[in-house]
T-cell receptor, first 107, second 112 residues
Framework: GIQVEQSPPDLILQEGANSTLRCNFSDSVNNLQWFHQNPWGQLINLFYIPSGTKQNGRLSATTVATERYSLLYISSSQTTDSGVYFCAVRYGQNFVFGPGTRLSVLP | KAGVTQTPRYLIKTRGQQVTLSCSPISGHRSVSWYQQTPGQGLQFLFEYFSETQRNKGNFPGRFSGRQFSNSRSEMNVSTLELGDSALYLC???????????FGDGTRLSIL
């Protein structure tokens, strides 16, 4: 099966700092999504990005499908950005999540 | 447009019992997937339903089953509950399997 890895596993930032989260996958995938799970457990859909670059406010994402990785950029981080960020890929008929990056933004 | 609705939000059961969880997808979405989230195993795919048919199944025992109704609402059933079944169960819907998935708030199941 496919392996989905995320780095770093944990990240602590001061409010206002920028960060880059990475997702590597071991095989070709049909699509890729980034999610944010807030402290209450809600999974929020950030980006659907099988390839290319997308931006939404302070967040942007880039997927280079041929090199099997995706990056999530968070600029000017806020305390409300805290939580766990997951990438998930569609591999065949299955949907596989990475282990997540736990982000803590300190005031 | 209403989001994905899961009921109940919290549930406490004892070992050996069975449980049924419900998921109402976003209107117009025909694909519903279920996931189990635990601290040790992370988010794991359980199964996917599309137009009342199970399309895919993850690596879970037969105690975990599901179904989808003609209105795309889905239920998940777990029989003979074990302590290890304590988890957050998440449901996601999408227009089709390859389209973006949108998640409900989950059902937190605790087994005593």
């Amino acid at each position: 099966g496919i392996q989905v890895e995320q780095s770093p596993p944990d990240l602590i930032l001061q409010e206002g700092a920028n960060s880059t989260l990475r997702c590597n996958f071991s095989d070709s995938v049909n699509n890729l999504q980034w999610f944010h799970q807030n402290p209450w457990g809600q999974l929020i859909n950030l980006f659907y990005i099988p390839s290319g670059t997308k931006q939404n406010g302070r967040l942007s994402a880039t997927t280079v499908a041929t090199e099997r990785y995706s990056l999530l950029y968070i600029s000017s981080s806020q305390t409300t950005d805290s939580g766990v960020y997951f990438c998930a890929v569609r591999y065949g008929q299955n949907f596989v999540f990475g282990p997540g990056t736990r982000l803590s933004v300190l005031p | 447009k209403a989001g994905v609705t899961q009921t109940p939000r919290y549930l406490i059961k004892t070992r050996g019992q069975q449980v049924t969880l419900s998921c109402s997808p976003i209107s117009g979405h025909r694909s519903v997937s279920w996931y189990q989230q635990t601290p040790g195993q992370g988010l794991q795919f359980l199964f996917e339903y599309f137009s009342e048919t199970q399309r895919n199944k993850g690596n879970f025992p037969g105690r975990f089953s599901g179904r989808q109704f003609s209105n795309s609402r889905s239920e998940m059933n777990v029989s003979t509950l074990e302590l290890g079944d304590s988890a957050l169960y998440l449901c996601a819907s999408s227009l089709e399997g390859d389209r973006p998935q949108h998640f409900g708030d989950g059902t937190r199941l605790s087994i005593l």
